[in-house]
């Protein structure tokens, strides 16, 4: 099955600082990206969808300038935490959609978890 | 309209019983249903999913089970093991835009030896 990987796996890191997460589809080159988020014992939440080449479509109540993506090519979309507070520590997963897959179908990464102290 | 309930929040069965996770969703225009198993600390791996076309979708010991005009949709898990024990999620997505899923809020199912 196409596979997508995250990386880092987990990061730590101090409040203010900015931390960068990859999201990459190893095998099949992706048209669209989804960032989403997953509290502990929660349902995961939408923050964005990417699509290569254009701006991110943010879902309601994401901040775009404390969340940016990037998807510059088929195979690579980057989140950017901004300034980050311990409010956005969380567990962060990207998911992507083959170019010519069957229709719908996303295939997850294994996520990134974000501890800001 | 865009919520997708899930129901139990969480489960207990024993080795080799049936687990049975059911869903129920509002929008009409849902036309693709997967399932995800998730593992503590890992991603979402997709089980099994289903389209509104079929009443039933079998893949090994995993079954959906679809009822269009309920609107409703279900997970039974036959001969459960141990290493079933999991959070599952139901979804739902359109056909249409960037087909986004709108994700149940999960079921933690726990298979006893």
């Known amino acids: 099955g196409a596979v997508v990987s995250q990386h880092p796996s987990w990061v730590i890191c101090k409040s203010g600082t900015s931390v960068k997460i990859e999201c990459r589809s190893l095998?099949?080159?992706?048209?669209?990206m989804f960032w989403y988020r997953q509290f502990p014992k929660q349902s995961l939440m939408l923050m964005a969808t990417s699509n290569e080449g254009s701006k991110a479509t943010y879902e309601q109540g994401v901040e775009k300038d404390k969340f940016l993506i990037n998807h510059a090519s088929l195979t690579l979309s980057t989140l950017t935490v901004t300034s980050a507070h311990p409010e956005d520590s969380s567990f962060y997963i990207c998911?992507?959609?083959?170019?010519?897959?069957?229709?719908?179908?996303?295939?997850f990464g294994p996520g990134t978890r974000l501890t800001v102290l | 309209q865009q919520q997708v309930k899930q129901s139990p929040q969480s489960l207990i069965v024993q080795k080799g019983g049936i687990s049975i996770i059911n869903c129920a969703y509002e929008n009409t225009a849902f036309d693709y249903f997967p399932w995800y198993q998730q593992f503590p600390g890992k991603g979402p791996a997709l089980l099994i999913a289903i389209r509104p076309d079929v009443s039933e979708k079998k893949e090994g010991r995993f079954t959906i089970s679809f009822n269009k005009s309920a609107k409703q949709f279900s997970l039974h898990i036959m001969d459960s093991q141990p290493g079933d024990s999991a959070t599952y999620f139901c979804?739902?997505?359109?056909?249409?835009?960037?087909?986004?899923?709108?994700f149940g809020t999960g079921t933690r199912l726990l298979v006893s030896p």
């Open positions: 095998d099949f080159q992706a048209t669209t």
């Open positions: 979804a739902a997505s359109m056909g249409t835009g960037f087909q986004k899923l709108v």
């Open positions: 998911s992507a959609r083959e170019l010519a897959g069957v229709y719908n179908e996303q295939f």
